[in-house]
């Protein structure tokens, strides 16, 4: 099952494409490398489902959000995508995909943007510092959701929300408020590899 992640990702947002490239600019533009990848990958597998994962915002000053993002979802079904995976975000955003009552300060400091070039001699003190005055984002689940039904407004094709789904009710909200045809999980199988046959049993009812 062929699927554009990452780096089609990042070629759609504003601030990481500019207006330097042809594929910058308007929202065509950044639109256009996955919009040629998919519609090559469509000519050489005819017969294959195939899926792209869209940001449906960022945490970027000036740049995605979902309007943008629900415009490059049908680009991306004109293009013959099966499936759209609706996300948020990138590592470089920092704290911008951090959910919960803590926040990963390690993660931040490593990866945070604001934060990855800071001299080695602060890091000790904002490594103290950071979990008194930051805390994860909120809503801690179905972060995507409203994003997700934006893109599911837009399109024909089936549309898959991803992010803070690992409570069965929240599941089940999800898909019977109309905001995804289904959704995804990635840490909760790491950690829980049998959690799908845990709620269908009724043995469990989140991870």
């Known amino acids: 099952m062929p699927r554009t992640d990452s780096s089609s990702r990042s070629f759609s947002r504003p601030i990481r494409t500019g207006g330097r490239t042809a594929g910058g600019g308007s929202t065509e533009g950044r639109f256009r490398i996955l919009g040629e990848i998919l519609s090559r990958a469509r000519s050489a597998l005819p017969g294959f489902p195939l899926l792209v994962k869209l940001n449906g915002y960022d945490g970027r000053p000036g740049g995605l959000r979902i309007p943008e993002a629900a415009v490059q979802a049908r680009m991306a079904e004109e293009a013959g995508c099966d499936a759209i995976e609706v996300s948020c975000g990138f590592p470089s955003d920092g704290d911008m995909t951090a959910r919960g009552p803590r926040l990963p300060v390690e993660a931040v400091l490593r ?3 604001l934060l990855k070039g800071l001299p080695a001699f602060l ?9 008194l005055f930051a805390r994860g984002k909120t809503p801690e689940f179905g972060f995507n959701l409203a994003a997700a039904r934006a893109v599911r407004e837009s399109v024909r094709i089936p549309v898959i929300a991803v992010g803070g789904l690992h409570r069965l009710a929240d599941i089940e ?27 269908r049993d009724g043995r469990s009812k989140a991870a």
């Open 111 to 113: 990866y945070g943007h």
């Open 123 to 131: 890091r000790p003190a904002l490594r103290a510092a950071l979990p």
């Open 173 to 199: 909200g999800a898909l019977a408020s109309g905001a995804a045809d289904l959704v995804s999980m990635c840490r909760p199988l790491i950690l829980e590899p049998d959690l799908p046959a845990k709620f």
